[in-house]
């Protein structure tokens, strides 16, 4: 375990995640111990941040080299917390961070590709780069009880999640 400053240090990788039942919280939970870990092993200068999307500002996104936005699919789209953040911060920030590194991981009962749209759509229009592709995670709920009940990743979901984030980590 290392320090996690509160404050965003300069060229530091930010997660942001939304989740409803549980899925993409853990996601981005996995992706940033992942992070850490590569950090730890390299002795990097640059840290790793996690952040509720409700919690995130436009200082805190200008602080960061690199994001990974975690959420859920709803409705076809991008969960409403993931997207009030992203309309919240979309014009604060045009043309300030073009280039910079992103990920994303949706999470989804069975489709999950509305949401991915949406978001990679949002990031072209800041410019920036995904390097590493973005990826759904599929958690085959399509009923309402299973819609609705806490999500736990599978264990090769949990490697997907650790493997974006400590790549992106890594291209810092
Ligand atoms: C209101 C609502 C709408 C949903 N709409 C979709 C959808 O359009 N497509 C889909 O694949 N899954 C849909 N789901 C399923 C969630 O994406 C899925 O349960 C996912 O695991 C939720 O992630 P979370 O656990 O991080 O909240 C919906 C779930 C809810 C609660």
């Excluded at 969960?79 to 989804?108: N, W």
């Excluded at 299973?146 to 790549?167: D, M």
């Amino acid at each position: 375990m290392y320090f996690m400053p509160t404050e965003i240090t300069p060229g530091s990788l930010l997660i942001l995640w939304h989740s409803r039942t549980g899925a993409a919280e853990s996601a981005a939970r996995e992706a940033c111990q992942a992070a850490g870990a590569i950090r730890a092993e390299l002795g990097e200068s640059h840290n790793v941040h996690i952040k509720r999307a409700c919690d995130v500002t436009p200082q805190d996104m200008l602080e960061a080299s690199a994001y990974l936005f975690c959420a859920p699919e709803n409705l076809a789209s991008l969960s409403g917390e993931m997207k009030e953040c992203l309309d919240r911060l979309y014009y604060p920030l045009l043309h300030r961070i073009e280039g910079r590194l992103f990920s994303v991981i949706i999470t989804a009962g069975s489709d999950g590709e509305g949401a991915l749209r949406q978001l990679r759509r949002i990031c072209s229009g800041w410019r920036l780069n995904e390097r590493v592709p973005g990826i759904i995670l599929n958690m085959q709920s399509d009923t309402e009880a299973a819609i609705l009940a806490p999500k736990t990743l599978s264990p090769t979901q949990l490697a997907q999640a650790r493997e974006i984030g400590a790549t992106l980590f890594a291209l810092l």
